[in-house]
Every structure is written in C-alpha cells, then in structure tokens.
C-alpha cells in the first residue's frame, strides 16, 4: 500500500490547518483501500507544486498564487476586485473557472480534484485607510503576488516587496505602514498590535487547489477517484467554515484594542474604481492565455448574474 | 548493510582527499535512493531551493563588503577607535564586540547574519588588539545567535506561525534570556581577559582616531541610524554597506585601487561557494528525516518516558540539542514546536515560557557541529579549519547551557516583561 | 597540456567575471528598489526575486571557483593514513572520483531542469521562466567535471591547496 504525503503550507495551528488536514485524510481513508495518506507540511508552496510534478510528493493543497507559476490563468483569479461576492466566486469557480483549469494543470501532470477556502485578503494599517486617499505615497507592504503589488500600485501607494521574516519590524521601524493580510492569518501575527486597523476591502479572494500527481492518481480506479472526488468537502462548505472560525478571532482581536472598519458604500466604490480601470491591464501583463482566461470568466459572471 | 557502505564511502573519499561538499554530495544522494524512495534528481532540486531564498541574501553582501573593508583601511580605523576607547579597560574591546552584537541583534533576527554584521569589523579588531584567535572566534560565533534570541527573531516568528503562541509576547519575553546571554558573555570576557593588556587612555590618540576613522564610524551610523529610522531593512542595510564600503575605500581612503576589486569580488565568491553546497546537502538531509517522518516517531517514542516537569525537561532538551545539531534551525523549529508545545502545556509550563525553552535551546544549534551554520560560515570568512572553530566555541557553549538552565528554571525572566512575571 | 592550462585559465575568468557581475547585480537591485522607494515614491517590482536569482548564480559558480583554487572546505583528519610518498597516487584517484560524482550530479542537474524547462516554471514577479536561472546547477558541476578530469591527466596544473584545511 503506497503512502501518499499530501503537501500544505498551512500554519500548524488554524482553520487552514484544520481544512488541509481533513482533504489529506479524505483522500487515502476514500481511496478504497488503495492508497494510506498523510499530511506533510512543506514552508514554501513553490517547492511543494515542484515535488508534487516531479512525483516525490503525491499530492497538496496549493494556492493560486503558487499554482500561477507553472498555469498563469491562475494568477488570474487573484484579480483585486475581480469578484462581486462571494456567491458568484463560488459558482463560477464550481461551474466554470475550475473545470478549465483543471484542463490547464492536466496539462502540466497535475490533476485537479478539489478546493480549499482562503479567506478574504484586507487592508492592513498602522491608521485606518479607509479610501485610496489614505495610502497615497505611503509604504505598503506588499506581497511577492503581482496581484498585491498591481494593487497597491493603482491605489496610488508605494509598494514595498519584503520577505514575510521581515514585515514585522518593518511595520515596527516604520519601514512601512500597512499591508495587504487574509484575517486568519493578521490577528495571530505581530502585525495585529503593531498595525492595529484592519480594514475590509475585500479586495482579492482567496483559494487553493487540491492537486495529485496525474500519473499517481491515474493508478487508482475510477470508483475510487470518484469516492475521493464526491468526498471531499466543497469551496462554499470550507468557506462558510472559515467564515465561522473568523468571528470568534475578529471578537478577540477587537478586545484587545484591535480595530476592524467595515466601509461604506462609497468607501468601497472608491476603492473598487481605482483598481478596476487597470484590471484588463493587469492580466494582459500575464499573457494572452491568461486575457482569454479573464474574459472566459467575465462571460461566467455574466451568466452567474443572469440566473 | 547499506549504512555500512555509505560510512565507508564517506571514509573512502575522505582519505582520497576529496572535498566535504562532493563528498556529502554522493552520501546524501545514495540515502535518497536507498532509504527515501527517491532520486538523485531531488537531491538537486534541494540544491536549488536552498538558494533560492531570501534569508540568505544578505550573506554575500555582507562578506563582500567585509573583505573590501579589511582590504582597505575602513576596518584597520574602526579598531583604532575602538581600541583608543577601550584600550584603559581590561577585556574592554571584548564588551565592545559582545554589546556591538546586542545592538545589532535588535534590528536582525537571524544568527548567522549578526556574526558576519559584526564579525567582518570585530573579528580583526579583537586580534589585533591581542585578544586570542580562540576566544574571538568563539565569541563571534556564539555572540550571533543573540540575533534570534534578543527581538526580532526569525525562530519566535517560525515558532508563533506553527503553534498558537503570540510573536509578539515571545518578543516581549526574549529580552530576558538575551540580555541574560549578554551578562553573561560579559563576564567570561571580564573574567578571561582580565589580565589583557591595557592601555592608558589619551585624548590625543582618541582625537585623533576619530579624524582618521570618521567615515569608518559613520558606516553603523549609517546602517543603524537608516534600520532604526525605518529607511530600509536589514536584508537592504546588508547592499548598502557594501556600496558605502566601496565608496569609502576607492574615492576618499583610496587604499584601495579600482582593479583590486575583481579579485576581491572573486574571493568573495569563493567563499560563498564553499558555503552554499554545505547547506545545500544538511538541506537535502532533513528533508529526508522529515518526509520519513524521523522527528515525529522520535518525539513520540521518547514522550512515553515523560511523567514529570524534569523529565520533559530532560526529553524535550536533549531532544532539540540532538535536532540542532543535525538540522537548521528554521526547519528544526517549524517541526518541532508544534509536537512540543503540547507537550508543555500539558505540564503546566507557561506557553511563552516553553517557547522561550525551546528557543534558548535551538540557538545552541548554530554552534554545535557538525550542522552549525555559524560554524561552517565562520570556517570559510576567519580563515580558520573546522576543528579549530569547534574547539573554539567549547566553553561558550558551556555558557550558553548556563542561560538555558537559568532560562528553564526561571521563568520570570521570560515573562517579566509580559507584565506576569 | 598547454590547451588545458588554457582551457583552465579561460574557464576561470568567464566563471569569476559572470560571478562578480552577479555580484554587482545583487547589490544593485536591492540599492534600486530602497532609492526608488525612498526618493521616487516607487521601488524596484521583482528586485528581490532578481537579486535572490543574482545570488544563486553567484554562489553557485562560486562552487567551481573553489575547485579551481582547492580552496574547498576538506576534512583533513585521515591524512596521516597513506604515505606521504603515496599521496600523488591518493590525489589522482581522489580527482577522478571528484569528477565522476559532479558527471553524476550534473547529469541529475539535467533532468531537473528540463523538468523545469516541460513544466514552463515562471518566475511570476520577473516575467520570465525560471530555467535560465537554474542552468547554473548543470553549468557548476559540467565545469567542475571539467576541471577534475584536467587535474587527473596532468596533476602540475593543479593547485597547492591553500594553508588552511579543516
Ligand atoms: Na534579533
Ligand atoms: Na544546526
């Protein structure tokens, strides 16, 4: 009986561990009997995707972030304010984004048999920015995402790229004055105290893939692939979790004299327009797999507003 | 069977005269092959993501700018100051060197960074000063792991990330045990060197000194006055001193001509290369040991053993002096922290207490042979043989126990500062 | 045996010149993105990425610099072991050992980046694929192959390895 590691960069502790865990186990207890899995923790998901192609791993959770350096089209869905909610996400994703690209990582020996929930990425500051207005010239920090870095760039910031190890004397020393941080992971960090507000911009959505080896996943029997498939848990499933394991968080946080601003309507609108002009800019940079990428889902979002 | 082969290989090619990293090479790929279900192909795919990282960026910068400096006259004028301070006190230049790192270790949060930071200006101050080639090695590659014990450090943040502990209460709490680890590499200085000889203080010597060395004293100006000031960041303090090195030395000291530069960068290269396959196959290793899942059976067997405070604080010490030397200390804490803290919790140890356990602990790690990243660095940029370097951190190593048992049996000291001590 | 002293001699300036650019490189980019941040209210998208490729092609040749100078860390502890009259013998087999395990790693080396090369790995912030960068891993050991295999056939060009050794 084969043992297939399972790959996550998931935080020991967490919802996100919780979530990486669960699909790990599902997938050897599925298997029909053939195959045992384990969870196995790698630092950095770039080597994860590496190890899972190349076969030394069999399977793992991977962002798209990461996903987006071997299938550009999934740096696509890290679009800032690419979404107008989280339904839509959820059912173009479901219905349309994640059936192609799973054709795209076919291509790469990757197969794609799941999801996992990410979790919204905000705004994080040392005062609350509330609108563009606020961050003109200032140090951000921004991640090593292209995303991150467009974002900040069309709000009119002052993009800093740092290594994760650095953000927080960074945000210490001044070095810079906010950042863009999924919530699970900003109260559990330093950046918390030392950048208290946490502004929801709701700006990029996040989400990973539960990805096998093809050639190790072709070895398992249809019936089995099937059982794994029809149990792991669904995106909108994980997120209604991950929503719920924020609250309690987001109550801790603010008792102990952390701020979370919800924007107005306008607020949002000023955020929303200063990026969405440069959006089709932004994915043209990545190519023109990734163009026909964006506008199969723009035509999936029109379709998911007419129903 | 095949354990046997491999020593035997290993003792082969030793005798053949054969380098370590070639070496360590062939034996780390034979183990992916016979005992990890894997290929050679992984033992170069470990190569290439050990160097592609940013922690270690700041490495060929700082060895780059300190062999320009000691080249040049930027690191000779440093000393004189230095020395024209310290010379009237006994071991004087040595509590210089000790709070030189004090300082710098609160703006870095790695171990081997602060030592090269530091070392590349101390390490020839302290012998020219008279001070002996053992005591300066130990003490610059011991006094390096002040970086990830005294805030910021790369090892609480690892450790805050894998278990549900608060960077920022670690961060509070590790003034504690560092400026513990400072007393203490002060007295051993005092207490070694009392009888160092000094030199009277001159004011005219010192003056003059400084005129001489005014732009060497300005470059910590410069880089801790911009770290601190929140102008760029230690990784980008590393680049900047090496640019300031090259300014100094080639337009105003110009000790230093212009073709000289290629050699030197060229040395500078070499040095990093002989670094670089070194932690590249100690890489590769643990990966093996935890893909196998080594740490997590060994943990488990000896947690049986456990039925009291002292016990667990036998195990889980002996434990992680055995991980930090075998591994690197990030990947020894991300795999370690989440089996132990448990453990602690379930003996009633404070959580930020623990930690600081754990921590104080693995800084042992960056010392203790044979994977001692501080050790292998400082082979290769004090010009010094391996076992020259491990002799030579021997008793700062004794230190070092003393503060993990004052750190262990005291736990005020880390939690002072967490306002419940 | 002249050709090979050339050969050698035209190895090491390329790999020491591409080096010390790589070098100049790092500290560049890092100095670009901290002056356009600080100045011109823009930093250097994708400098660290391109400083932490700058370092891996620096460090790395730097492996077969090491080679080329015997400067490479060694453990000198079994010396004593064989005859100091055996001890060219000794060197020779050692340099053909050295060579057949850098053939053997870069024949590895290879295959990882072709794998990388099928798989089209970008480097996201750069624009551009990873497998340039990760030439340097069969360029360090095909060179040091290279090297050794000179030093087996004629041992005078090899080097008289420095004071130090651990
Ligand atoms: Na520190
Ligand atoms: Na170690």
Redesign the interface.
């Known amino acids: 009986q084969d043992n297939w590691?399972i790959a996550s960069a998931a935080?020991?502790?967490g919802i996100l561990r919780e979530h990486h865990e669960r699909i790990a186990a599902i997938i050897g207890a599925k298997s029909n009997g053939a195959v045992i899995s384990?969870f196995?923790?790698v630092?950095?998901e770039g080597?994860a995707l590496?190890?899972i192609?190349?076969g030394?791993l069999k399977g793992g959770v991977i962002s798209m972030?990461a996903l987006?350096?071997?299938t550009?089209e999934a740096?696509v869905l890290l679009t800032p304010y690419l979404w107008a909610s989280e339904a839509e996400a959820e059912w173009v994703i479901a219905e349309k984004a994640g059936p192609r690209l799973a054709e795209l990582l076919a291509e790469?020996g990757l197969t794609l048999v799941g999801y996992a929930a990410g979790g919204w990425t905000n705004v994080v500051g040392k005062e609350p920015f509330l609108t563009p207005a606020n961050v003109i010239?200032r140090?951000i920090r921004?991640s090593?995402?292209?995303a991150s870095?467009f974002f900040w760039?069309a709000v009119g910031a002052?993009?800093?790229?740092?290594?994760?190890?650095?953000v927080?004397?960074?945000l210490?020393?001044?070095?810079v004055e906010g950042a863009d941080m999924p919530f699970t992971f900003y109260v559990?960090?330093?950046a918390?105290?030392l950048a208290p507000n946490y502004v929801l911009t709701r700006h990029a959505y996040n989400f990973s893939a539960v990805v096998v080896n093809s050639k190790a996943w072709n070895s398992l029997n249809t019936a089995a692939q099937q059982n794994i498939r029809d149990n792991l848990p669904t995106l909108h499933q994980l997120n209604e979790e991950f929503a719920q394991a924020e609250t309690p968080l987001a109550e801790t946080f603010k008792s102990t004299g952390g701020k979370i601003w919800d924007l107005s309507k306008e607020q949002k609108a000023l955020w929303f327009d200063a990026v969405s002009a440069g959006q089709a800019a932004f994915v043209a940079?990545a190519g023109e797999a990734a163009v026909a990428y964006y506008n199969f889902i723009q035509k999936a979002r029109a379709e998911f507003a007419a129903r | 069977m095949n354990v046997f082969v491999l020593v035997a290989i290993f003792v082969a090619l030793t005798i053949l005269r054969v380098n370590v990293a070639i070496t360590l090479a062939l034996v780390v790929g034979l183990i992916h092959v016979w005992y990890a279900d894997s290929s050679f192909e992984f033992l170069l795919q470990d190569f290439w993501f050990t160097v592609d990282r940013e922690v270690l960026l700041s490495l060929p910068m700082f060895i780059f700018a300190g062999v320009i400096m000691s080249r040049g006259s930027i690191a000779a004028r440093l000393v004189r100051v230095m020395k024209a301070i310290t010379g009237p006190v006994p071991g004087g230049l040595g509590i210089a060197a000790v709070l030189t790192m004090a300082l710098f270790s609160a703006i870095s949060g790695a171990s081997v960074v602060t030592m090269m930071a530091v070392g590349t200006l101390m390490f020839p101050a302290l012998i020219s000063a008279g001070y002996s080639r053992s005591y300066s090695l130990g003490l610059m590659c011991s006094g390096g792991t002040l970086g990830v014990i005294i805030p910021p450090s790369i090892l609480m943040v690892l450790y805050g990330v894998s278990t549900e502990v608060s960077i920022t209460d670690m961060f509070k709490a590790g003034w504690g045990p560092g400026l513990t680890m400072v007393a203490a590499l002060c007295a051993y200085t005092l207490l070694l060197n009392s009888r160092t000889p000094t030199t009277p203080f001159s004011g005219k010597e010192l003056l003059q000194a400084l005129r001489d060395g005014i732009w060497s004293i300005m470059m910590p100006v410069i880089l801790l006055g911009g770290i601190y000031s929140g102008h760029f960041t230690v990784t980008e303090a590393s680049a900047i001193s090496l640019g300031y090195a090259l300014i100094i030395e080639l337009l105003i000291h110009r000790d230093l001509k212009p073709h000289y530069i290629r050699g030197i960068a060229t040395e500078s290269i070499s040095l990093i290369g002989s670094i670089l396959p070194l932690l590249a196959v100690a890489g590769s290793l643990n990966t093996i040991l935890d893909y196998q899942g080594v740490p997590q059976a060994v943990v488990a067997w000896s947690s049986q053993a456990i039925h009291s405070q002292w016990q667990l604080m036998l195990v889980v010490n002996s434990l992680l002096v055995l991980a930090g030397a075998l591994m690197d200390e990030g990947s020894a804490i991300v795999i370690f922290a989440p089996l132990m803290a448990p453990l602690g919790a379930a003996y009633g140890y404070d959580p930020v207490h623990f930690a600081m356990i754990v921590i104080v602990n693995l800084q042992l790690g960056y010392v203790v042979p044979p994977v001692a990243i501080n050790l292998i660095v400082a082979t290769v940029v004090f010009k010094a043989s391996f076992a020259e370097v491990c002799k030579s951190v021997l008793p700062f190593i004794v230190i070092m126990l003393v503060v993990l048992l004052i750190t262990i049996m005291v736990p005020q000291l880390s939690l002072v500062f967490l306002g419940r001590g | 045996m002249n050709v090979a002293r050339q050969y050698l001699q035209i190895l090491w300036v390329l790999e020491s010149l591409i080096a010390s650019i790589a070098l100049f490189i790092i500290a560049g980019l890092l100095l670009a993105d901290v002056v356009g941040r600080e100045f011109f209210n823009h930093g250097l998208f994708g400098a660290l990425r391109g400083a932490v490729y700058a370092m891996a092609i620096s460090g790395l040749l730097g492996f077969g610099l090491c080679v080329a100078s015997n400067s490479h860390v060694r453990i000198s502890a079994l010396d004593g072991i064989v005859p100091i009259s055996l001890r060219p013998i000794v060197t020779r087999l050692g340099d053909i050992a050295s060579a057949l395990i850098c053939a053997l790693l870069a024949y590895w080396a290879i295959r990882f980046v072709a794998g990388t090369i099928t798989q089209n790995e970008m480097a996201l912030s750069l624009g551009m694929p990873v497998w340039p960068f990760q030439m340097v891993l069969p360029w360090m050991f095909l060179s040091a192959t290279s090297r050794y295999v000179v030093f087996a056939i004629w041992p005078q060009l090899r080097p008289e390895e420095p004071a130090v050794a651990a």
């Open positions: 590691r935080p020991a502790t384990t196995q923790y630092g950095g080597e590496q190890q192609a190349r030394r972030i987006a350096a071997v550009p740096g790469k010239n140090k921004a090593p995402a292209p870095q760039s002052n993009p800093v790229q740092l290594p994760i190890g650095e927080f004397s960074a210490e020393l001044g070095v559990s960090s330093p918390a105290v940079k």
